[in-house]
């Protein structure tokens, strides 16, 4: 099942404002899929696109995680970001299980932040195979929209040490595209996938964020939040966006629990 809504009151992207911005590339008038998850990088390269001069559709997942937050969050960023449209599609990766964020498994809390990034210790928030069925989704919808990029929030430093979020993860991925659609083999369209954080730290990417307007009081990425929706402030998520904020010496602007100092 596919549910589709629109963002943005006209319809339409804003576009990026004359005074300040960078030149628009070529690129300026082409459509973009940007996955969007609702929390602090998925936003942030939503931002990153439109900033580039594309139009953005974003592309949501509810695939059984344990809230539905973070699907607000991204239901709200798109519109804040003025995406041209906005689709969540339902994919039930409860059946599947396997991880803390889909099965009724604790999620890790106050991990050193220093050993989250460890392959060799693939944690259990751990989605199996998430990111190639997401951007499989991703092509099919590029494909149907006419679009030849994609952006993902994926970041090889201050990560969880998830196998998909590697740059050889990423060249793989595009190999794929260059095979797996209609457009590139009869030499229409080369699908690029755009991975604008892979190289960045938290901080840093924060720091693009702010400068690009991001209001991140919107996004969510917490991957065990209360009822009321507060983050915890001990997984895995939550500690290093707050070490982000810290370096960048401003307030995380998102919901915590009371007893979160930051
Ligand atoms: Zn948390």
Request: hydrophobic fraction near 40%.
């Amino acid at each position: 099942m596919v549910k589709t809504s629109r963002s943005g009151k006209s319809g339409k992207p804003q576009r990026p404002r004359s005074a300040g911005s960078p030149p628009v590339r070529p690129e300026a008038a082409s459509k973009a899929v940007v996955l969007l998850s609702g929390g602090l990088d998925s936003t942030t390269v939503l931002a990153m696109a439109r900033e580039q001069g594309f139009i953005p559709y974003a592309l949501s997942f509810r695939y059984g995680q344990r809230h539905h937050i973070e699907l607000a969050a991204a239901e709200a960023v798109a519109q804040q970001l003025g995406a041209a449209g906005h689709i969540v599609i339902d994919i039930d990766l409860r059946i599947l299980g396997g991880s803390a964020l889909t099965a009724d498994l604790p999620v890790p809390k106050d991990r050193d932040p220093a050993a989250m990034n460890k392959t060799d210790a693939i944690p259990i928030t751990y989605v199996p195979a998430r990111n190639t069925i997401f951007l499989s989704y991703a092509l099919a919808y590029a494909e149907v929209l006419g679009a030849a990029d994609i952006f993902l929030g994926i970041n090889a430093l201050d990560y969880s040490g998830y196998p998909d979020c590697r740059p050889e993860y990423l060249r793989a991925f595009q190999r794929l595209a260059d095979l797996a659609t209609r457009a590139g083999v009869q030499g229409q369209t080369r699908m690029r996938v755009h991975a604008p954080l892979l190289h960045l730290t938290k901080a840093q990417i924060i720091a693009r964020g702010v400068a690009l307007g991001v209001d991140y009081g919107l996004t969510r990425s917490c991957y065990d939040p209360g009822s009321d929706g507060a983050a915890c402030g001990r997984c895995d998520s939550c500690q290093l966006r707050l070490l982000g904020f810290a370096q960048n010496g401003r307030p995380d602007p998102a919901p915590y629990a009371a007893a979160v100092p930051r």
